[in-house]
DNA sequence: CGCTCGTGCAACCCTAGGGTTACACATCCA
DNA sequence: TGGATGTGTAACCCTAGGGTTGCACGAGCG
């Protein structure tokens, strides 16, 4: 549960489909997800699977059928690692430009 | 300069690599920054060019030479979409557990 | 019980893209 | 001017992974 696994999950165009369909839904299987998508049931079953390794996705057993639900705290989490991130940058940025404008 | 080339270019490992080398040096050329990675100089210029597509880092030439630079700016800004892509998915998600108990 | 529906799984196809080497060209400097 | 040095580009290799079809299996229901 890497945050390279969340941007590799995020990186493909059905892959946030199918998240964005899950959130309109709240849950739903892969199945009736596949019905309102332009890509086969395994296919969709496999992008869950990736969401789901990369935290993004909830999968629970309901009888026969599999409902996946969307977990928001893990795209919150990602984001605030990519704010950190690019704090950071910006602090060394500055740290440059400053000893930059020293030496002037 | 759309949010899914910001993901794609950050879903690579080496490209992440690569953007935290150049964080740290502040600029640096392609050739530079291949000696202290794995992986040849060609592979770094095709990498900084998806990062500078995705609009994460800027390129600027200096006589025969071609500097980049990271833009923390558009890291953030993906960031902050994220987090209202969450925000949104928290809201529909509350929306439909308050009807859930309203059935009840 | 028998039929249907939802999953899991295996085998396969095919392209994107990350990586390489080799060569041509431009720029800087002794 | 000539030789390093830094880029660009072309041709190529190879794997990851997104997509498919086909089939077997288990759960639910008339």
Redesign the pocket.
Known sequence: MQDGEVF?ALA?P?RRDVLQLLADRGQA???TLAADL??????V???LG?LDKAGLVARREA????RYEVRPERLELAARRLVEVAAAWDARLAAIKRIAEEER
Request: aromatic fraction near 0%.
């Open positions: 590799a493909d059905t299987s892969a199945t332009p890509v086969s049931r395994v296919a079953v496999k992008h990736v009888g026969r059928e599999v």
